[in-house]
Every structure is written in structure tokens, then in C-alpha cells.
Nanobody, 121 residues
Framework: QVKLVESGGGSVQAGGSLILSCVVS????????MGWFRQAPGKEREGVAG???????TLADSVKGRFSVTKDNAANTLYLQMNSLKPEDTAMYYC???????????????WGQGTQVTVSS
């Protein structure tokens, strides 16, 4: 059973930064595809970033130039660096993993419980 645990969320003022972490444990393939998603109240879940095992990243247009994704394979941890945060970035953020490359589509098989990010103006 694969388990994902996010952390690093919090409250920050507009223009600030946060780093989210997602630790993956359990039966872990070395070539898991991973993604970051977010869901704001009353809105559908949207893909923020996708991470390919070869290191390629895909970012949603809304976060390009502000967010970046990195992975520490030794620690089985995926990171989401968020800079220049805006109030519209406020949402619950989730990481996801699968053996299929869903990129930004929310079809991943494994999900974490989420971590809240709140950006005030």
C-alpha cells in the first residue's frame, strides 16, 4: 500500500513563499509519476504540477514562473516550491502518485490527505 503525506502548508501574505513536501512510503516503484493538485472551496480540483521520473516537470499556466517541483529520490519526497503567492492560490494542496503518467489529470491512483495553503492580501 502506497502512502503519501503532505506537509508545509500554512498562512502567508501575498508575495510570500512556501515549500510543500510530500513523503511517499510503502511499496514504491522507482519510476512513479507524481503530481501536485489543489482544490479551493466550491471549485474543482485542478492540476498544478506534474513530475516525470526522468525529471521532466509540467506546470499549469496559472503557476508558471512562480512554482517549481523537485524530487529527492533518496528521501522519497516530492517538493513544491511556491513563490510570489497570490490570494487565488489559496486551496487545499494534494500530492498524488501512480505508475501511469497522468501529468495534470486527476486520475492518479494514490493521494495524500492534503495540506492547506492560505494566502492573504
Amino acid at each position: 500500500q502506497v502512502k503519501l503525506v503532505e506537509s508545509g502548508g500554512g498562512s502567508v501574505q501575498a508575495g510570500g513563499s512556501l515549500i510543500l513536501s510530500c513523503v511517499v512510503s510503502g511499496y514504491v516503484y522507482s519510476e512513479y509519476y507524481m503530481g501536485w493538485f489543489r482544490q479551493a472551496p466550491g471549485k474543482e480540483r485542478e492540476g498544478v504540477a506534474g513530475f516525470h521520473p526522468n525529471g521532466r516537470t509540467t506546470l499549469a499556466d496559472s503557476v508558471k514562473g512562480r512554482f517549481s517541483v523537485t524530487k529527492d529520490n533518496a528521501a522519497n519526497t516530492l517538493y513544491l516550491q511556491m513563490n510570489s503567492l497570490k490570494p487565488e492560490d489559496t486551496a487545499m494542496y494534494y500530492c498524488a502518485a501512480d505508475v501511469i503518467d497522468w501529468v495534470l489529470r486527476d486520475r492518479y491512483n494514490y493521494w495524500g490527505q492534503g495540506t492547506q495553503v492560505t494566502v492573504s492580501s
